[in-house]
Structures are given as structure tokens and as C-alpha cells.
């Protein structure tokens, strides 16, 4: 606060470059939120009319909201109904079959901070000259193995870009915000483009000789013009500069998370397996943003709904992710029907419980104790 500049001043940069030093990315460009993220992934690739991008069904609904927001289609790719993550057969089959080669992007969505290995995917979407926007939303600190060595999610060694939210559910928080992270120059310049409403000082880029403009002499200090148009998405230095304090803590919330997620899964290990936690992949060290359970709530007799309340009653919050993105009305009219078993099983099942580094053992052991007093089980 006591710095001159509130927006647009070195604390922005500040923060890019810390987090662009922790993934490993040669590149990093904040923005307002992870939605404006995806967003500016979206335009920095030039999606448009012509395109169609693969989503999973099961993520936030902004993973496909910023793909129309730039004019391409969604086609929803059908998820594992154990790791709520894109199922790559489906996958595979959607991209064989777009004879028409409409598909030029993918977005996989690392849900509650997972990941399948990045490198498969990029081995497929290199098959068929495709673009992948991570949407890493729920896994900055999340880490793969490639070449012999961790890699952290968002150092863009197996995608075009990665993209962030720093909202405050996330795994660090900067009120609201995000950032896309990438290896490549060229889309680097092009997003800090697009985030600041396309606006062009230097007068080398400039399409116009600018004579139109009834300016005094040639190239004045304040003028800039556009050849396209792109919103406000910026992040403002008070937003970094809580950013940049929150990556200085980002190893100490992984670790409680990963801890507590260990915690929990101990404490459900004796209710398989009618009520599992999300299917770890091992190739994956997860900076959990999610603790999923997969309930069969037939057999205990109970509605979701009525657990959750139930839950709610003894202060436990609970949540559903997600409401299957092609089964909003808006995605309904306009996508094709796709039959999406995973989906439609993982959504039948799944129960979030609560999550965040501030919570200790004791919190996670009388959360899962009511729960089974809640399904009528006996310990
Ligand atoms: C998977 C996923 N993608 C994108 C977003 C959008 O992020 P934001 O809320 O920062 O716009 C979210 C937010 O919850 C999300 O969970």
C-alpha cells in the first residue's frame, strides 16, 4: 500500500516472476481471475468460429465458459469415474472421429489438484497438432514426474499454456486472480497484450501511420491505438503483492493439505468400498485442493441432499463438484448429446468435505465419525 502505483506497478511483476521461478516456466502474466485466464489463453491462440475445444464435463463451468467467450465450440469429453479426471479412451475417440478437424485444442482440468502425466496427453495432442491449456486452477504446487525428475504443474514442459486461480479456496489466494504460464515468447507478449484492453504504445507495432489522428508531430508519448479488441483482465499490485506473500507459503499449505487428505483417507480406509475416496494416480504428487468422497448413497438409504444438510446442521459444510458443465441448460442447446457413463456415475456418487490447511486431525476425524453416524454406520 505504501508503494506509488496501486495497478500496472512493479509488484505485478514481482509476483510474475516468483511464479514463474516456482513452476519452472519461462513466463508468467497475472490477471484478474482464473476465468480471465483461460480466457486470455483462449485469445492468445487465436480460438475463434472455426475451433472446437475438448473439455471434461466434470469441471467449474468457466473451463468451457472461456472457450465460447472466444467464439469456439465445446465438446464435453466424458471423465474416469474414479479420478473425476477426462477419460483419455474417450478422448482418443472424440479425435479420431472429428473428420473434419474442428478440434485444435484441448483443456484438461487437473480436478481437486490431480493429474493423469501431462506428457501422455501431450504425446496425443501432438498426434493431432492440437493446443493444451491446462486448466491448473486446482493444482499450483501439484507435481509429475518427467525425465527423471519432479516437474510442478504450470512449468508448461508438456502444454502450450497453464492456467491459475487465486481465488480464496484455492491454494493460495489473492482475493481474486489468476495467471497463464508458458514457455513460449511470442504468446507472452500477446497475452500482456490482450489483458490490457489490446492497447499498443510502441509505435514499431502500430498498423496506422497514425495521420488520421489529428496529433502534433509524430509519435507522441501518450498515444496507442488497437487492432483488436480484449477486456480489462488485469491484476492490481494490491492482488500481486498478497499473491506473492501467499507463494512464499505455498510449500507449508501443500503439506498440511497432503497431510489432512493422508488423515482422511485413513479414517474412511474401513467403508470400502461403498464409500471410496478420489483414485490416486501414482505418477501425481497433488497439492489437494479437494477431499472427494464417492458415496453410494443408496445403500445408506439417504439423499445427498439430505446428508449435506444434515452435515451443514453439525457445522460441516459439504459441496458438490460438479453439476456436469454439458447438462447446464446454456451447453444443452448448444452442444451435441454425448452419452458420458463416467460422468454421470462420478456425479451420482461425489461429496467434497471440507478442505483447508487452518483445519487439524481432529477436525478431519469428528468430520468423517459424523458422517458415518449421519449413513448409520457402526464403528
Ligand atoms: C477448474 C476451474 N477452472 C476455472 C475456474 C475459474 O477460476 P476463477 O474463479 O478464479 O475465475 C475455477 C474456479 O473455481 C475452477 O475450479
Given at each position: 500500500?505504501?508503494?506509488?502505483?496501486?495497478?500496472?506497478?512493479?509488484?505485478?511483476?514481482?509476483?510474475?516472476?516468483?511464479?514463474?521461478?516456482?513452476?519452472?516456466?519461462?513466463?508468467?502474466?497475472?490477471?484478474?481471475?482464473?476465468?480471465?485466464?483461460?480466457?486470455?489463453?483462449?485469445?492468445?491462440?487465436?480460438?475463434?468460429?472455426?475451433?472446437?475445444?475438448?473439455?471434461?464435463?466434470?469441471?467449474?463451468?468457466?473451463?468451457?465458459?472461456?472457450?465460447?467467450?472466444?467464439?469456439?465450440?465445446?465438446?464435453?469429453c466424458d471423465i474416469d469415474a474414479?479420478?473425476?479426471?477426462?477419460?483419455?479412451?474417450?478422448?482418443?475417440?472424440?479425435?479420431?472421429?472429428?473428420?473434419?478437424?474442428?478440434?485444435?485444442?484441448?483443456?484438461?482440468?487437473?480436478?481437486?489438484?490431480?493429474?493423469?502425466?501431462?506428457?501422455?496427453?501431450?504425446?496425443?495432442?501432438?498426434?493431432?497438432?492440437?493446443?493444451?491449456?491446462?486448466?491448473?486452477?486446482?493444482?499450483?504446487?501439484?507435481?509429475?514426474?518427467?525425465?527423471?525428475?519432479?516437474?510442478?504443474?504450470?512449468?508448461?514442459?508438456?502444454?502450450?499454456?497453464?492456467?491459475?486461480?487465486?481465488?480464496?479456496?484455492?491454494?493460495?489466494?489473492?482475493?481474486?486472480?489468476?495467471?497463464?504460464?508458458?514457455?513460449?515468447?511470442?504468446?507472452?507478449?500477446?497475452?500482456?497484450?490482450?489483458?490490457?484492453?489490446?492497447?499498443?504504445?510502441?509505435?514499431?507495432?502500430?498498423?496506422?501511420?497514425?495521420?488520421?489522428?489529428?496529433?502534433?508531430?509524430?509519435?507522441?508519448?501518450?498515444?496507442?491505438?488497437?487492432?483488436?479488441?480484449?477486456?480489462?483482465?488485469?491484476?492490481?499490485?494490491?492482488?500481486?503483492?498478497?499473491?506473492?506473500?501467499?507463494?512464499?507459503?505455498?510449500?507449508?499449505?501443500?503439506?498440511?493439505?497432503?497431510?489432512?487428505?493422508?488423515?482422511?483417507?485413513?479414517?474412511?480406509?474401513?467403508?470400502?468400498?461403498?464409500?471410496?475416496?478420489?483414485?490416486?494416480?501414482?505418477?501425481?504428487?497433488?497439492?489437494?485442493?479437494?477431499?472427494?468422497?464417492?458415496?453410494?448413497?443408496?445403500?445408506?438409504?439417504?439423499?445427498?441432499?439430505?446428508?449435506?444438510?444434515?452435515?451443514?446442521?453439525?457445522?460441516?459444510?459439504?459441496?458438490?463438484?460438479?453439476?456436469?458443465?454439458?447438462?447446464?441448460?446454456?451447453?444443452?442447446?448448444?452442444?451435441p448429446e454425448r452419452v458420458l457413463?463416467?460422468?454421470?456415475?462420478?456425479?451420482?456418487?461425489?461429496?467434497?468435505?471440507?478442505?483447508?490447511?487452518?483445519?487439524?486431525?481432529?477436525?478431519?476425524?469428528?468430520?468423517?465419525?459424523?458422517?458415518?453416524?449421519?449413513?448409520?454406520?457402526?464403528?
Amino acid at each position: 500500500m505504501k508503494e506509488g502505483l496501486l495497478t500496472q506497478g512493479s509488484e505485478v511483476t514481482a509476483f510474475e516472476t516468483t511464479l514463474a521461478g516456482i513452476v519452472g516456466a519461462k513466463y508468467a502474466v497475472s490477471c484478474s481471475s482464473g476465468t480471465a485466464a483461460l480466457h486470455l489463453a483462449g485469445m492468445a491462440i487465436n480460438l475463434g468460429k472455426a475451433d472446437t475445444v475438448v473439455v471434461p464435463a466434470n469441471t467449474f463451468v468457466a473451463s468451457a465458459n472461456a472457450v465460447r467467450l472466444t467464439g469456439a465450440e465445446v465438446i464435453f469429453c466424458d471423465i474416469d469415474a474414479g479420478t473425476g479426471l477426462m477419460d483419455l479412451t474417450d478422448l482418443r475417440g472424440l479425435l479420431s472421429s472429428d473428420k473434419d478437424n474442428r478440434i485444435t485444442a484441448i483443456i484438461p482440468v487437473y480436478f481437486g489438484g490431480q493429474c493423469q502425466n501431462p506428457s501422455d496427453l501431450w504425446t496425443i495432442a501432438s498426434d493431432y497438432q492440437l493446443q493444451i491449456i491446462e486448466d491448473a486452477c486446482h493444482a499450483l504446487g501439484s507435481t509429475y514426474p518427467s525425465n527423471g525428475q519432479q516437474n510442478a504443474i504450470g512449468s508448461c514442459l508438456h502444454s502450450t499454456m497453464c492456467t491459475f486461480s487465486f481465488h480464496p479456496v484455492k491454494t493460495i489466494a489473492m482475493g481474486e486472480g489468476g495467471a497463464i504460464t508458458t514457455n513460449s515468447e511470442t504468446l507472452y507478449k500477446k497475452l500482456l497484450l490482450l489483458r490490457n484492453h489490446a492497447l499498443i504504445r510502441n509505435p514499431d507495432e502500430w498498423a496506422s501511420d497514425a495521420t488520421h489522428v489529428p496529433v502534433q508531430g509524430r509519435n507522441p508519448s501518450w498515444y496507442y491505438e488497437i487492432n483488436e479488441i480484449s477486456p480489462n483482465y488485469r491484476a492490481s499490485d494490491i492482488h500481486c503483492a498478497l499473491g506473492r506473500s501467499q507463494l512464499s507459503r505455498l510449500q507449508t499449505f501443500v503439506k498440511k493439505r497432503r497431510a489432512l487428505v493422508s488423515w482422511y483417507d485413513k479414517c474412511v480406509s474401513d467403508l470400502y468400498p461403498h464409500i471410496v475416496p478420489l483414485q490416486k494416480i501414482a505418477t501425481c504428487e497433488p497439492a489437494w485442493h479437494l477431499y472427494v468422497l464417492l458415496i453410494d448413497f443408496e445403500r445408506y438409504g439417504i439423499k445427498r441432499q439430505d446428508l449435506m444438510a444434515k452435515l451443514k446442521s453439525l457445522g460441516i459444510g459439504s459441496q458438490v463438484h460438479y453439476i456436469p458443465v454439458p447438462w447446464q441448460p446454456y451447453y444443452r442447446k448448444r452442444c451435441p448429446e454425448r452419452v458420458l457413463p463416467g460422468t454421470a456415475s462420478f456425479f451420482a456418487r461425489c461429496l467434497s468435505l471440507p478442505l483447508f490447511p487452518e483445519m487439524n486431525k481432529d477436525d478431519v476425524e469428528f468430520i468423517v465419525t459424523s458422517l458415518k453416524v449421519l449413513l448409520g454406520i457402526k464403528n
